[in-house]
């Protein structure tokens, strides 16, 4: 069951990137004559493919709306399951383990609505903060999952390779993982955004 999970979830997310990908080469071929950043007819790159189905489907009643009604599905879908996921961890891990008497099935669907209003709240907060990063929200989100994602995968593979490390050395290297990755990527955050370093661009 969990080895099929894991061939349906990598089928899945290897046809996303692929459509991503197509979906980039379809729009350099439409605008490799006349750039939109250019000329300013869209202000961010990520504003690029709003306009491609403008002006490609603008003339087909209702396929913009189609569109915008799949980014908003597709955003709220992501944004449910993260929630729930998120409130099951809290849960679980923070809640749980220093409670002397466990939940009801009832106090714990209840803790768990409220959890997920609380967390909700707290993203729609962060579209102010969002708004404000503009442009450099991509670099932060991807140095971010770098600081995460490297002690995890080391971890993991720690696991699969040394098998007779025990938890204790695996929760010190953890810890000095993230302590390492998270220096070096939010140093390089912080010189990006005081004009240290200075990413190249077209534009």
Known sequence: ????ALWCFMIGVT?????C????MVIYAWYHECDPLTTKLARAKDQLLPLLVMNVLGNFPGLPGLFVAGVFSAALSSLS?????????????FVKPFMKTPFT?????IFMKLTVVILGIICVALVFVVEQAGTHLLQLSISLGAITNGPSF???????LLPWINGKGALIGGIAGLS??????????AAITSGKIKLISKY
């Open 1 to 4: 069951m969990h080895f099929r």
């Open 15 to 19: 046809t996303l990137i692929i459509i």
């Open 21 to 24: 990908g197509y979906s980039g």
């Open 81 to 93: 399951t993260g929630l729930n996921s998120m409130a099951a961890v809290v849960l679980e891990d």
């Open 105 to 109: 099935p009832r106090g714990a669907d």
């Open 154 to 160: 080391g971890i993991f593979n720690m696991g699969i």
């Open 180 to 189: 390492f990755m998270g220096w070096l990527g939010l140093s390089a955050e």
